[in-house]
């Protein structure tokens, strides 16, 4: 039984983190590529959630880090939410150099997603 709760938590963090790469990731990773000082910034915003996650959470070695990161994500989008914030997503390529920090923040996580657990966190588009 155990087993069978582990594979659901994991799958609903998997599930948790592909929309998100869906909704945020893929254009923000995208206009990244093609700024390096948005890069940059979305680098930082990994290495800080990394750091958290590593450091700042009791228990975690015996945490899926996809569990962990899906947490962390859900946390910070109820508290953006709770502050009044919403995604709106940059007219074009440039606008992504003003992002807000909670934006940041999610390109960020969805960067750190992507080498977490490899090609099992997010969909890879060929099936």
Request: with cysteine.
């Amino acid at each position: 039984m155990k087993d069978l709760v582990s594979s659901w938590v994991e799958s609903s963090a998997r599930s948790t983190l592909s929309r998100l790469h869906e909704q945020i990731g893929v254009a923000g990773l995208a206009a990244a590529a093609a700024l390096p000082g948005l890069s940059a910034v979305f680098d930082q915003h990994s290495a800080a959630v990394r750091d958290i996650l590593a450091a700042g959470v009791e228990g975690s070695a015996a945490v899926a880090g996809v569990v962990l990161l899906a947490g962390y994500t859900r946390g910070l989008l109820d508290e953006a939410k709770a502050k009044g914030w919403t995604f709106r997503a940059p007219a074009d390529l440039t606008a992504w150099s003003t992002s807000d920090w909670t934006t940041a923040r999610l390109v960020g996580v969805c960067s750190l997603a992507a080498t977490i657990d490899g090609s099992r966190v997010l969909p890879t588009g060929n099936g």
